[in-house]
């Protein structure tokens, strides 16, 4: 009950495209859903979060959606850029203490 | 101010050895986490502290991990008798506490041989 399941593992878009990178979760206590970007030999950055009272947050180019009865929730990176490449984690916790993550995607944008 | 800083960096040890690293979260951040990441992996929970709270040992693997945390600062992780499959990133992050964001360290990458 306590597994984050993301897909897919990679991912290779063209610059400028759509990058949709999607999570499941089974705990319907979790109430707090963060993604992280992480780059080789850095520790993950918080990119974005969204709780659940709202179904789609925007920043810039990165938006999350979320689907509560389904129990699922997506990042999307508009415009895709080659400095955009990265592996991306998607998390949940309940109270935003304990996240529990996702297996990663390894998102590769080609110029 | 200065971000989450771990040491070393990297560590290569022989199996069977103990292993200590360190954490030195961003000042003023109650909480502190330890995660592992193996290659290709998502990042596994491993203990939780939260100011003076008792911590939360959950996820440690086996009684060979152990973890402290000294006056609400500095964490030492430590690994007894190490073994192969210890072999990852150990990842340190800090945060206020409860909504705020995770601030993770960059890790250190430990090797069994």
């Known amino acids: 009950q306590q597994q984050v399941k993301q897909s897919p593992q990679s991912l290779i878009v063209q610059k400028g495209g759509i990058s949709i990178i999607n999570c499941a979760y089974e705990n319907t206590a979790f109430d707090y859903f963060p993604w992280y970007q992480q780059f080789p030999g850095k520790g993950p950055a918080l990119l974005i979060a969204i709780r659940p009272d709202v179904s789609e947050k925007k920043e810039g180019r990165f938006t999350i959606s979320f689907n509560k009865s389904a129990k699922q929730f997506s990042l999307h990176i508009m415009d895709s850029q080659p400095g955009d490449s990265a592996t991306y984690f998607c998390?949940?916790?309940?109270?935003?203490?304990?996240?529990?993550f996702g297996q990663g995607t390894r998102l590769t944008i080609n110029p | 101010g200065a971000g989450v800083s771990q040491s070393p960096s990297n560590k290569v040890t022989e199996k069977g050895k103990d292993v200590e690293l360190r954490c030195d979260p961003i000042?003023?951040?109650?909480?502190l986490y330890w995660y592992r990441q193996s290659l290709g992996q998502g990042l596994e929970f491993l203990i939780y502290?939260?100011?003076?709270?008792?911590?939360?040992k959950s996820g440690l693997p086996s009684d060979r991990f152990s973890a402290e945390r000294t006056g609400g600062s500095v964490s030492t992780l430590t690994i007894q008798r190490t073994q192969q499959e210890d072999s990852a990133v150990y990842l340190c992050?800090?945060?206020?506490?409860?909504?705020?964001?995770?601030?993770f360290g960059n890790g250190t990458r430990l090797t069994v041989t």
């Open positions: 992050a800090s945060s206020w506490s409860g909504y705020s964001p995770l601030h």
């Open positions: 502290f939260q100011g003076n709270s008792a911590p939360d």
């Open positions: 000042s003023g951040h109650t909480a």
């Open positions: 998390a949940a916790s309940q109270g935003a203490q304990k996240l529990v």
